[in-house]
C-alpha cells in the first residue's frame, strides 16, 4: 500500500527542488524519503499515516518546551488576532530586546532579524565595517548558516551531502575566510600572526552542534577571546542553537567568556521564523538608521514570532526549564551509555544539557576530522531501526538531538529501551 507521505513526497518532489524546502529533511543521507507529519503536540509528533513518534528532532531546536506548548499557542493566538505584522514598531520588539539584554549581558543593543542566517550575515557585515578588516576565521564544520563566505567547510546540511562548500560561491568571498580545525587553538594563533591587521572577526559555535555535537577544550573560547582582544578583531558566538538553550545566558553564561557579537534565533521564536543579533552599543550603533551599515527586515520583530518567543523564554524562567533540562539529559545520558557499555558497539556519546549526539566510532569527538571517522551505513541501521520503533532522531550522523522540557523520564525509558534492542541486533 502506498502511503501518504510518499504521493506527498512524490507531488512535493515535481514542485520544490528535491522535493523538500532544507536538504536534511531529504532523508538521504539515510538511503531514504522523508515522512510527512501532521501535527504534533508535546514530545510527540504524528505523520500522515497517522503513526506517532517520539521525536528528538525539535523542529530543529526551537521546541525547548515540547510542541505547540499552550502558553505559546495561547500567545500567538493573542497576537493574531491583533493583526499579523505591522511594518512598523511594535512594544513586543521592545519587550524582546529588554529580555535579551537583561539574560545576556554581553549585549547592550539588539536588532531582530528572521532567520539565524540573516544573523550571522549581519554579524560579518558589521565586524567588517567596525573594524575596516576583510577576513574572517571560522571553523572546520561550523555551520552559521547559507551566506555565502560561511560557506567553506561548512557543516549541518553541507556536510550531510559530502558537499562543505556551495556552487554559487564566487572564489573571492572564499579567499576572505580562513577555516581552521576546530579547537586547535595554536593554528588560531598563527592565522592572527600570518594576517596581521588583515582578520575582522573569529565567528564560532560556542559549542559545535552542525557536525554532530562536540565541546571546547577547557581554553579554547577563554583563548580565542584573548587572540581577538591582542588583534582587534571582533569574537562572535553563533548561539543561534545554543542561545537560551543551554542556560538562560546562553553558552557565554557557562563558559564565562563574552563575546563581541552574539547571534541568536531558534528558541527565541517560540517555533516561528526569527533571529537577532547583538552587542556592546559602541558596535551595534554603526547600523542604519544610526551609522551607515544597512540592514533591513520587512518581517523583522513580526507580532507573532515576539509573543511565541516571549511566552516560550518566560514560561522556561517561570519552571527553571535549564534545571529540568539537564535532569533529562543526565538521565538519557545514564541510559544511553549503560547500553552502549552492555552492547560493546563502537559508539561515542556527546553530551551537554538538553543537547547530545550518538557517534557510531571511538572517540574522543573533538572536531569534524574525528565526527567524520562515523561508519554511516552503521548510523543509517541505527536511524531506520529506531524509527520503526517509533523513535525520532535526526536523518544524519552529523545533527544534534534535543531533548525537551515535554519529554518525560518515561519517554527517555522507553527510547533506551529502544536504543538497546537496535543495538543489539547491529
Known sequence: MT???????????????GGVNSPVRAFRNVDSTPFFVARAKGAK????????????VGSWGPAILGHAPEVVVNAVREAATRGLSF????????????????WMPSIEKVRMVNSGTEATMSCIRLARAFT?????????????????????????????????????????????????PFNNADLVRNAFAENKRKIAA????????????????DELLSILRN????????LIFDEVITGFRLAR??????????????????????????????????????????????QAGTLSGNPLAMAAGLAQLRELERINGWKLLEELGAQFEKLTRRVI???KIDATFNRIGSMFCLFFTSGPIVDVASARRSDLKTFAKFFHACLERAIYFAPSQFETGFISTAHSPDDLERTGAAVHEVLETL
Open 3 to 17: 502511503s501518504r507521505s510518499s504521493q506527498l513526497f512524490a507531488s512535493a518532489q515535481k514542485r520544490i527542488p
Open 45 to 56: 509528533i504524528w505523520d500522515v499515516d497517522g503513526k506517532e513518534y517520539i521525536d528528538y
Open 87 to 102: 511594518g512598523i514598531p511594535n512594544p513586543l520588539e521592545v519587550e524582546m530586546a529588554e529580555l535579551i539584554c537583561d
Open 132 to 180: 575596516g578588516r576583510d577576513k574572517i576565521i571560522k571553523f572546520d564544520g561550523c555551520y552559521h548558516g547559507h551566506v555565502d563566505g560561511l560557506l567553506v567547510k561548512a557543516g549541518s546540511g553541507a556536510l550531510t551531502h559530502g558537499q562543505p562548500d556551495s556552487a554559487g560561491v564566487p572564489q573571492a568571498f572564499a579567499d576572505l575566510t580562513i577555516s581552521l
Open 202 to 217: 573569529v565567528i564560532v559555535e560556542p559549542v559545535p552542534a552542525n557536525a554532530g555535537l562536540y565541546l571546547p577544550s
Open 227 to 234: 587572540e581577538c582582544t591582542a588583534n582587534g578583531a571582533l
Open 249 to 294: 545566558g546562553g553558552a557565554q553564561e557557562i563558559y564565562g567568556v563574552r563575546p563581541d557579537l552574539t547571534a541568536l534565533g531558534k528558541v527565541i521564536g517560540g517555533g516561528l521564523p526569527v533571529g537577532a543579533f547583538g552587542g556592546p552599543a559602541e558596535i551595534m550603533d554603526q547600523l542604519s538608521p544610526d551609522g551607515p551599515v544597512y
Open 341 to 343: 557499555n552492555h552492547t
